[in-house]
């Protein structure tokens, strides 16, 4: 998989260096680039912004040197074709299901805009010749996409098969599709079996995995509702047994 990230802050993307992310770019699983969006300026200080049209508050990011570091990146004469994804408060809400449907894609390039946003005229020139995805990762307010795509990219990167150690799996992730869809996990324990006074449910070391199973599902319907109500209302009540109506 090949990952384009454009950007005036390319340290903000270090940590792509280290973990799994680092190891899986080592592998060869990831081939990941950082690029400068300065590089793609002409004049002596590098300007990358300007004046918003129609007067307000802040910088605009202009369209000339994001129109050449795309052109660059992603040239028009590519065999393949990327998808053009970058981050904004305006965005699509960033889901698993996204995660999972970009993990499945071969080339994606993110566009890491500062300041009060990218010049429009970027966004519908790219969507001439590849797709382009608005995402915004919540509601809260970051300073620029550079945060929101080091998210991105790290819970895109481990659905990539071979990623993600064999121990480490992605199927009981919360929210990942399946039995655990719509569920936050429940509490996880390791050794020592009593810890300052405080043991660990008898049922983890009972060895019976069928009263593991019932109460690992149990916990997380119980921090689901606790937590996030709302997700219990998306479950299929198909795939609640009359147990879990009880909890
Ligand atoms: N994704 C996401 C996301 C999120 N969840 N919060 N903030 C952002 C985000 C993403 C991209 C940019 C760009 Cl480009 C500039 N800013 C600063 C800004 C702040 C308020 C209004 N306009 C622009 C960004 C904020």
């Not at 983890?204 to 219990?232: F, K, M, N, Y």
Request: with cysteine; charged share 25%; hydrophobic share 40%.
């Amino acid at each position: 998989m090949r990952l384009d990230i454009i950007t005036i802050f390319p340290e903000y993307f270090a940590p792509l260096e280290v973990s799994l992310l680092g190891k899986a770019r080592r592998a060869g699983l990831l081939d990941v680039s950082v690029h400068d969006l300065r590089s793609w300026t002409h004049d002596r200080h590098r300007t990358v912004d300007d004046t918003p049209y129609g007067g307000g508050p802040g910088m605009v990011m202009k369209p000339e040197p994001w129109g050449e570091a795309l052109d660059a990146v992603a040239p028009p004469t590519a065999e393949a074709t990327p998808r053009l994804v970058v981050p904004t408060p305006s965005g699509r809400p960033f889901t698993q299901a996204m995660a999972a449907e970009y993990a499945a894609r071969p080339w994606l390039v993110f566009a890491c805009g500062r300041y009060e946003g990218i010049d429009r005229r970027v966004y519908d020139e790219a969507a001439t010749r590849m797709p382009v995805d608005e995402v915004s990762l919540g509601d809260f307010v970051l300073a620029g996409g550079e945060v929101a795509v080091l998210v991105m990219i790290e819970a895109i990167s481990r659905l990539v098969p071979g990623v993600l150690g064999n121990r480490e799996s992605v199927t009981d992730d919360s929210f990942a599709p399946g039995a655990m869809e719509s569920l936050l996990e429940g509490p996880v324990y390791t050794k020592p079996p009593v810890w300052r006074e405080r043991a660990v449910p008898d049922v983890l070391l009972s060895g019976h995995h069928g009263a593991i199973a019932r109460w690992r599902r149990d916990e997380a319907l119980r921090r689901t509702a606790a937590h996030r109500p709302e997700l219990l209302a998306r479950l299929d009540p198909a795939a609640l047994d009359k147990h879990d109506r009880k909890v």
